[in-house]
């Protein structure tokens, strides 16, 4: 059979059947090797361009090595060991944010992230399909610090931050974390800048921080700094109202509340430490409290089992009355409007002082009041004052910290009332976003899996921001709470209602006993009354 030469165009035909074979050209070989090497050579150069200082460091030890030996590179070495140790010491969150995270980030992006990328975004669902081929999503960065690795990650065109929060337990296993959450702005807020340098500075954190919508950060807990227990913060003399300190971040930073103008909610099972939460809150507020700037009013419904202990902390204190809690709310209104009618017209936001204190209602279980409480004329009027109170009383300074263990809507129907909310461990999955809100546990708040440890573990949202943050709160002891209460008295001089501090409850009224009412048959009223008429005519 002949041989067909190359770069014919041949025709066969078979019946119907026409197959048609281009004339092909073929690169001679020594095109081919200098196409290839020029592609490596702009590989190596682009990727140069982007590794400065990897490249920077590979010349300065090939240089030091030429010159002066081994000694080139050990000196060095020894000298940086020394300065880093040095670092660390005098400041370690700065060694960790422009020395070892930076190293630690690179490292982990290289040898832990990208080996495992492709498994598993393939399998987390995440990898996508265009021209038949896979599309995945682009890992950008990884900066690390003592506790987390934030990895930056570019999404496939099309896809939400919501495509990553519903699958946020599935990353987090998938790269052997047990904990992960996805934020859709950078977690970190832009440091405050000052002095000569702070307008240069603020522009690159401009920069830094600059909307990117085709950007999703994805934070794995490299080493849980939730486990040791938390000691109490101190208390300031002068509580900053906007950043009280209660608890722990992951990333070993301190978790501050922002109480002014702002309702708190607290839900977690029995022994899931809502008392730390409560009292972390009350020691932070401890300054404000001997000072007059702020006045506690605490409803305990357990007959005084959690808050008793701090009683000289509190302007008002119910404990065992119904009918005073009841009193306590209404009184707390009364203290809104004549607010509300003074402020009107001058400002929108209630600035507390010594003279016009800042007004906390504490509620330990809100539950007994909104829906375990047999008395229903009690039990309306309680939730007519809560639902004043939440709706109105944020501007004015009139302030509710509420904590319960049923989070259903039927137990505490105004709910969506409180833009700050707390979740700490939970029995069912469901229960977490009716703390936390819809989506909630899609987005990594977990709180129904808190392990037997995590006590004062819980996941906080606040208003604005729909990303859960994990926190343990301070656990403050019975000694604490003893010295607490010594140290820090409420002032009892104050003549208006917010300083009546030796009103330990309101006495339960003295109800007249009703008649019972005779009880017989069912009978129609016309022969009641005929059977009635014949008794009284044979007595």
């Given amino acids: 059979m002949m041989r067909r030469p190359r770069g014919e165009v041949v025709l066969t035909t078979a019946g119907d059947l026409v197959v048609v074979r281009p004339k092909r050209f073929v690169l001679p070989m020594w095109a081919v090797v200098l196409g290839l090497v020029l592609r490596w050579l702009a590989r190596g150069c682009w990727w140069c361009l982007r590794h400065p200082v990897i490249v920077g460091l590979v010349v300065l030890a090939v240089v030091l090595y030429a010159d002066y030996g081994w000694a080139g ?34 490292f982990r992006h290289v040898f832990v992230y990208r080996r495992a990328w492709h498994e598993a975004m393939t399998l987390c669902g995440l990898a996508e399909t265009y021209d038949r081929r896979a599309v995945l999503p682009e890992l950008l960065r990884v900066r690390s610090d003592q506790a987390l690795d934030v990895l930056t990650i570019r999404m496939v065109r099309g896809q939400t931050p919501a495509d990553f929060q519903r699958v946020t337990a599935n990353l987090a296993y998938a790269f052997g974390r047990r904990h992960a959450r996805v934020y859709s702005e950078r977690p970190d807020d832009p440091t405050t800048r000052t002095g000569y340098w702070a307008l240069l500075l603020g522009w690159v954190d401009r920069v830094r921080f600059r909307d990117r919508p085709t950007v999703v950060y994805l934070v794995l807990v490299r080493t849980d700094a939730l486990r040791p227990v938390v000691a109490p913060f101190d208390a300031p003399a002068v509580p900053d109202l906007t950043a009280l300190p209660l608890a722990r971040r992951e990333d070993l930073g301190t978790w501050s509340l922002h109480l002014l103008a702002t309702h708190v909610l607290i839900g977690g099972a029995t022994r899931s430490g809502k008392g730390s939460v409560l009292w972390s809150l ?22 005084g089992m959690e808050f008793a202990m701090g009683r000289p902390l509190f302007a008002r204190f119910a404990c065992k009355s119904f009918e005073a809690m009841a009193d306590l709310l209404d009184e707390a209104v009364t203290v809104m409007r004549e607010r509300q009618t003074r402020l009107a017209g001058r400002v929108r936001v209630h600035t507390p002082t010594e003279a016009d204190p800042l007004v906390v209602v504490v509620i330990d279980e809100m539950a007994a009041l909104t829906a375990y409480l047999q008395d229903i004329e009690l039990r309306k009027r309680i939730a007519g004052s809560l639902g004043l109170l939440l709706s109105q009383g944020a501007g004015v300074g009139v302030l509710v910290v509420a904590a319960l263990q049923d989070p259903r809507k039927e137990v505490l129907p105004f709910r969506d009332l409180f833009p700050t909310r707390i979740a700490l461990g939970l029995t069912e999955a469901a229960q977490v976003d009716l703390v936390l809100g819809d989506g909630a546990r899609n987005r990594g708040a977990l709180a129904d899996q808190m392990p037997r440890w995590a006590k004062g573990v819980g996941y906080v949202i606040l208003d604005g921001t729909p990303e859960p943050m994990r926190v343990r709160f301070s656990y403050v002891t019975d000694d604490h709470i003893r010295d607490l209460a010594r140290e820090y008295p409420a002032p009892a001089d104050a003549a208006d209602i917010l300083a009546q501090v030796g009103r330990e409850s309101t006495p339960e009224p003295v109800r007249p006993a009703l008649p019972r009412q005779r009880r017989g048959p069912l009978l129609p009223d016309a022969l009641r009354n005929i059977l009635d008429a014949d008794g009284g005519e044979s007595r």
């Fill in 73 to 106: 590179l050990v000196v060095p070495l020894v000298l940086a060991s020394a300065v880093s140790a040095l670092w660390r010491w005098r400041d370690e969150a700065s060694w960790w944010r422009w020395c070892a995270g930076p190293l630690l980030g690179r």
């Fill in 282 to 303: 009350v020691r932070s507020l401890a300054g404000g409290i001997t000072s007059g700037l702020v006045r506690l009013w605490v409803i305990d419904p357990k007959g």
